[in-house]
């Protein structure tokens, strides 16, 4: 063969010998730099999403006086506790969530004016179940479980793009976790020595064990939780990428046509307790929106009576306040995979969708980018040039 033939293909073929390695050392770099300039962020996110996933028993916990009811009774009716509420605060009521295991109170969601722009200003009351008592009333937005509900969310700048911020940052963990695992890949016949730590090593190599074993084993649960984060914070985004496999339908928030004739009256609350009882019968009652001024029908959600507590809502109906009739049914057998996919992201983030051990896993999963981040740093030390040698 010509010696000007050759040449160029001996060249391109050193070239794509070469360029596994570029990419690699390039995907090295930008791994190495993305964790260490987003690593806090990501640690904060990831600590704090660690303790909410048990923020409602650790709110409990911290404040038993307002989830202590005189006995185990349930004789209030919902008429009865949104005046006992409304007693107490006479701000429109915008949520009332049924007891539970976990809050075994009614607790309503007042709604107070908050400022163009400002996180919403909502307090709450706990009505005793038993007698109809107001246990006590506090600002819940800044009650302490639930700062760190929204340092998690929000990142306590709500006001600054706080929400989209922590979105990119689920953008940035899951990048991290996909490069990660692309320059963790073992050769073959090395899976348990790269997924394992040894004692009896050099330090740095026992924090490099430390840190691939890490990254394995919280790959799972930190590609579910990015991947739901993401679609909770950018619901726009990823409603066109579950379109590809089920249609989902617009979130609704319906409005009906006033009655005829004019002034007739509403339904009393318990009424609507009793359609929606009779509506789905073998699921239990979750929690109660009444009518705003942007949505005058009644939202009843639903959840399993055996799902985990963490799981709040799973389902609803739209009720009309005058006659009762169901105006929207989405409830998981009305709706479509997509739709189902989309109202189970937040139980898949938080791990409630599997139950207490899917909890526990997000839990322990949300210490990873600590021990990740800490272990990062020692091997950038160790490693960069013109590093301080100890003896």
Not at 4 to 12: M, Y
Not at 178 to 203: E, I
Not at 242 to 249: A, D, E, H, Y
Request: hydrophobic share 50%; net charge positive.
């Amino acid at each position: 063969m010509d010696e000007t033939i050759r040449a160029p293909q001996q060249a391109g073929s050193a070239r794509s010998k070469m360029l596994p390695g570029r990419v690699r050392r390039a995907l090295l770099w930008a791994h190495r730099w993305l964790g260490l300039l987003s690593g806090i962020v990501v640690v904060l996110i990831g600590l704090t999403g660690s303790f909410i996933v048990f923020y409602r028993e650790i709110d409990a916990a911290l404040n038993p006086a307002l989830y202590a009811p005189a006995g185990p009774e349930q004789r209030v009716t919902l008429t009865e506790v949104m005046r006992a509420a409304a007693a107490a605060d006479s701000a429109p009521i915008s949520t009332v969530l049924a007891p539970d295991r976990i809050w075994p109170v009614w607790v309503v969601i007042h709604a107070h004016q908050t400022a163009t722009g400002r996180y919403p200003n909502r307090w709450t009351t706990m009505v005793d179940p038993s007698n109809g008592k107001v246990l006590g009333r506090r600002d819940y937005i800044n009650a302490f479980a639930l700062k760190v509900y929204r340092l998690h969310y929000t990142l306590l700048l709500y006001e600054w793009w706080g929400k989209e911020l922590v979105g990119m940052v689920g953008f940035m963990l899951l990048g991290l976790a996909m490069s990660g695992l692309f320059l963790w890949w073992p050769r073959p016949g090395r899976f348990w020595r790269s997924v394992s730590v040894r004692s009896n090593v050099s330090l740095l190599r026992f924090v490099f064990d430390v840190h691939g074993a890490a990254g394995f084993w919280a790959l799972c649960a930190l590609l579910v939780i990015s991947i739901t984060g993401v679609g909770i914070i950018f619901p726009g985004m990823i409603r066109p990428v579950v379109g590809l496999l089920s249609q989902p339908t617009p979130d609704p928030s319906p409005r009906i046509e006033l009655p005829s004739p004019i002034g007739t009256p509403l339904l009393p609350a318990d009424a609507i307790v009793r359609i929606a009882q009779a509506a789905k019968p073998g699921v239990a009652i979750a929690m109660f929106n009444p009518p705003t001024a942007t949505r005058n029908t009644w939202r009843v959600q639903f959840r399993p009576d055996d799902a985990d507590p963490a799981v709040r809502a799973r389902g609803a109906i739209w009720l009309d306040p005058w006659s009762g009739a169901v105006v929207h049914d989405r409830t998981p057998g009305t709706m479509s995979i997509g739709d189902r996919y989309l109202a189970k992201q937040l139980w898949l983030h938080n791990g409630a969708a599997f139950g207490l051990v899917g909890r526990l896993v997000v839990f322990i999963a949300g210490f990873a980018p600590l021990v990740l981040f800490i272990s990062g740093v020692i091997m950038w030390l160790k490693r960069r040039p013109g590093r301080i040698r100890t003896g």
